[in-house]
Every structure is written in structure tokens, then in C-alpha cells.
């Protein structure tokens, strides 16, 4: 139908012209990276966010070696959690990506792996940044 039609482009748009693709400098204090890896198939996803002074994600790169699907599902994360708060981006869930990308329970582990580097990439940001709250804003 061209409804599916239409999820498939969906994908296949997110292969061909991943937004956000790149590298922040994981140096700074700011910025927190995720790299994780999907057991299944080797395939390697990089998340890095930098986090403003208010707890939200005002920058957010990615580098993915694997599948067409885990690029998509990667790129689609960046433009989901770029101006979310760390908290709300900790919340997004593998099955949202996949749904807006139509993929087969095949490709399922390719969207795990957008949650899991989000996931990642947050943990890091807190690791780095102790004197903060869950929620990235500096305790008072
Ligand atoms: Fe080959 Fe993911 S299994 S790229
Ligand atoms: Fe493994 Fe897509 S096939 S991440």
C-alpha cells in the first residue's frame, strides 16, 4: 500500500541523508558519549550529546558502523532529542524509532541500539558532571 510505501521511505530517507552525522569533542566537560554495540550482528553506534547549562540537549552528533536500519534509526534519534532535556531523552523508546521507521522485527536490535547509545551517552554526561541532578540541571 502506499502507506507502507511511504514508512519505507521513511528509512530509506534517514540512509541516504542521516542528519547530524559527526563528532563532538568528548574532552569537554559538557559533552557525554555513547558507544555501544549490538551483540547480534557487530554492528557499532557513537551517540554524543552536549548539554546546555539548563539540562537540555542542544547539540547531538552520530557515528554508526552497520546497517542501513541502525543508521536510520540513529538519525532519527538525534533529531528527536536534540532540544529535549536529559531526562526526556532518556525516555525514548526503541519501539517510537522503529515505529516511525516501519522496521521489521528483523531490524528491532537496530533501533535497540539508538536507545541503548542515548542511554550511554546520558550516563556519561552524569559520570562527568557529578554535582548535577538526573535531570542535568547544576544542584543548588
Ligand atoms: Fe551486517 Fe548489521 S548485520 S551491518
Ligand atoms: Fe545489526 Fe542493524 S543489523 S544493527
Same mark, same amino acid.
Given at each position: 500500500?502506499?502507506?507502507?510505501?511511504?514508512?519505507?521511505?521513511?528509512?530509506?530517507?534517514?540512509?541516504?541523508?542521516?542528519?547530524?552525522?559527526?563528532?563532538?569533542?568528548?574532552?569537554?566537560?559538557?559533552?557525554?558519549?555513547?558507544?555501544?554495540?549490538? $551483540?547480534?550482528?557487530?554492528?557499532?553506534?557513537?551517540?554524543?550529546? +552536549?548539554?546546555?547549562?539548563?539540562?537540555? &540537549? /542542544? =547539540?547531538?552528533?552520530?557515528?554508526?558502523?552497520?546497517?542501513?536500519?541502525?543508521?536510520?534509526?540513529?538519525?532519527?534519534?538525534?533529531?528527536?532529542?536534540?532540544?529535549?532535556?536529559?531526562?526526556?531523552?532518556?525516555?525514548?523508546?526503541?519501539?517510537?524509532?522503529?515505529?516511525?521507521?516501519?522496521? $521489521?522485527?528483523?531490524?528491532?536490535?537496530?533501533?535497540?541500539?539508538? +536507545?541503548?547509545?542515548?542511554?550511554?551517552? &546520558? /550516563? =556519561?554526561?552524569?559520570?562527568?558532571?557529578?554535582?548535577?541532578?538526573?535531570?542535568?540541571?547544576?544542584?543548588?
Amino acid at each position: 500500500s502506499s502507506q507502507v510505501r511511504l514508512y519505507h521511505q521513511k528509512v530509506i530517507d534517514h540512509y541516504e541523508n542521516p542528519r547530524n552525522v559527526g563528532m563532538l569533542d568528548r574532552k569537554l566537560q559538557n559533552v557525554g558519549t555513547g558507544i555501544v554495540g549490538a $551483540p547480534a550482528c557487530g554492528d557499532v553506534m557513537k551517540l554524543q550529546i +552536549e548539554v546546555d547549562d539548563a539540562g537540555i &540537549i /542542544k =547539540d547531538v552528533k552520530f557515528k554508526t558502523f552497520g546497517c542501513g536500519s541502525a543508521i536510520a534509526s540513529s538519525s532519527y534519534m538525534t533529531t528527536l532529542v536534540k532540544g529535549m532535556t536529559l531526562d526526556e531523552a532518556g525516555r525514548v523508546k526503541n519501539t517510537e524509532i522503529a515505529k516511525e521507521l516501519s522496521l $521489521p522485527p528483523v531490524k528491532l536490535h537496530c533501533s535497540m541500539l539508538a +536507545e541503548d547509545a542515548i542511554k550511554s551517552a &546520558i /550516563k =556519561d554526561f552524569h559520570s562527568k558532571n557529578p554535582s548535577k541532578n538526573p535531570l542535568g540541571r547544576p544542584t543548588l
